[in-house]
């Protein structure tokens, strides 16, 4: 490299400055740079052959969003002897997007549950719906139906499934889905959004891929939006690579570095913000003017034996029926002071939701009845305060 110093003033502005490093950085840096430079021309031609692993171009990989990939995907196969394999998306969307876009094609089906998060629902129906992918909705409930409708099909059985469920928090059996599937050579993708690699690790009970929205937990923050994608398969992971590459649906290193930040305090979150969750749902199954409450830590919740067996700790989620009506649950809405009404989850703060008007407002009404998405049902994602807090607020909103 030509080291002699420019003779005008205009190309030393336009050239890069020179880094000098003499001791590692103690976070991992930024490497906010949309391509990578070569050592010689031949360097070049042997890293563009060599891919994925080394950097040409950040579509194709970068160093900051690949260590919290990895990082994602050691913690998803913790304690076990599997490798992993992951790569971060721009939303929790497009993760589940770019999976399922590599793996179907035109006539093939994709077997799912009728009370997926909203979105999923909508991206299945006008997506993957006019490419000619069938979805199929089963019973999740009564593993029979599985069985029946995968020795029916005569493609390769592909099945998505959320655990727990947004916003009813249904539980279903990873396990016994992945032993059924696996049987019929069929591949398990799992949303892991509302439980997190700290609570359930579905790799580790047979699942293929794991899909993430790391806008929620695994960042925990509120100032990044992204999606993960892991998967023990090394053959999977380089096709869904390979399609990320053409479509360019890849994170960008800011929103993968603030994950980063965001997972050192997982395991403390989950833990508070699951003793919060607890002690809330058992607050609000004695309240009168509360009917119905969703969380699998109650003991007499329908998936209560279930998430005991698949999930360490039961979560920060929980849905709640106030009164009778859509009026009751936005009047009761309206009236919290503290919990924030915003359409997210798995934040520090408690944060509440009307499904029926926001994150299930595109599915059709009948369907949601169905799956218990009721006119009245709210979703809280509670966070780490004091519960004390937040049950006076909501104490004050039903008086
Ligand atoms: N999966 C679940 C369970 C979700 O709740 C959401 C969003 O709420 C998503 C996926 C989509 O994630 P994102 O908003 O990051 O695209």
């Known amino acids: 490299m030509n080291s002699k110093p420019f003779k005008h003033l ?33 360097d070049g031609i042997e890293i563009f052959k060599n891919q ?12 900051t969003i690949e260590a919290v990939a990895q990082k994602i995907a050691n913690l998803e196969v913790f304690g076990s002897d599997l490798a992993a394999f992951g790569l971060l998306t721009s939303s ?11 793996i179907l094609k035109p006539g093939d089906s994709i077997l799912t549950q009728g009370n997926l998060y909203g979105g999923t629902t909508e991206l299945f129906n006008k997506v993957f719906g006019p490419q000619n992918i069938n979805i199929e909705i089963i019973d999740f409930g009564a593993l029979d139906n599985l069985e029946q409708s995968i020795s029916n099909l005569k493609v390769q059985p592909v099945i998505f499934i959320e655990t727990p469920t947004n916003p009813t928090l249904q539980c279903i059996d990873i396990l016994k889905v992945c032993q059924i599937v696996h049987k019929y050579k069929g591949l398990v993708i799992v949303d892991n959004t509302f439980a997190t690699p700290v609570i ?33 398969n090394e053959n999977l992971f380089k096709a869904i690579w390979e399609t990320q590459k053409l479509v360019g649906s890849n994170s960008n290193t800011f929103d993968a570095w603030l994950v980063n930040i965001g997972l050192k305090t997982l395991v403390l979150r ?9 002690q809330l749902a058992q607050y609000l199954s004695k309240h009168p003017k509360i009917n119905k409450v969703h969380y699998p830590g109650l003991p007499n919740d329908t998936n209560h034996q279930l998430a005991k067996q698949q999930m360490k700790k039961f979560g920060a989620m929980l849905s709640f029926e106030v009164g009778s009506e859509y009026q009751d649950a936005i009047n009761f809405s ?26 299930h407002l595109k599915i059709p009404i ?30 004050q909103a039903l008086a």
């Not at 950085?25 to 930024?30: D, N």
């Not at 359930?200 to 509120?222: E, M, N």
């Open 92 to 102: 929790g969307m497009a993760a589940i997007h770019l999976t399922i876009q590599t």
């Open 270 to 278: 989950m833990e508070k913000q699951s003793e919060n969750a607890l």
């Open 10 to 42: 205009e190309s030393l502005c336009a050239a890069e400055a020179k880094i000098r490093i003499t001791t590692q950085p103690h976070k991992i840096p930024l490497f906010a740079s949309s391509a990578f430079k070569f050592e010689s021309i031949e």
């Open 52 to 63: 994925p692993g080394s950097h040409v171009y950040t579509r194709y990989g970068n160093p």
């Open 200 to 232: 359930q690790q579905p790799i580790l009970l047979g699942a293929d891929v794991v899909i993430h929205s790391t806008t929620k937990f695994l960042h925990g923050h509120g100032v990044s939006t992204g999606g993960a994608i892991v998967t023990s």
């Open 366 to 395: 009948e369907t949601r009845l169905k799956y218990g998405i009721t006119d009245n049902l709210i979703r809280f994602s509670v966070g780490i305060e004091n519960i004390e807090d937040i049950i006076d607020d909501i104490e």
């Open 334 to 359: 309206n009236r919290l002071n503290h919990c924030a009404l915003a359409p997210s989850l798995g934040e520090t703060d408690t944060m509440v939701l009307h499904p029926a008007s926001m994150s």
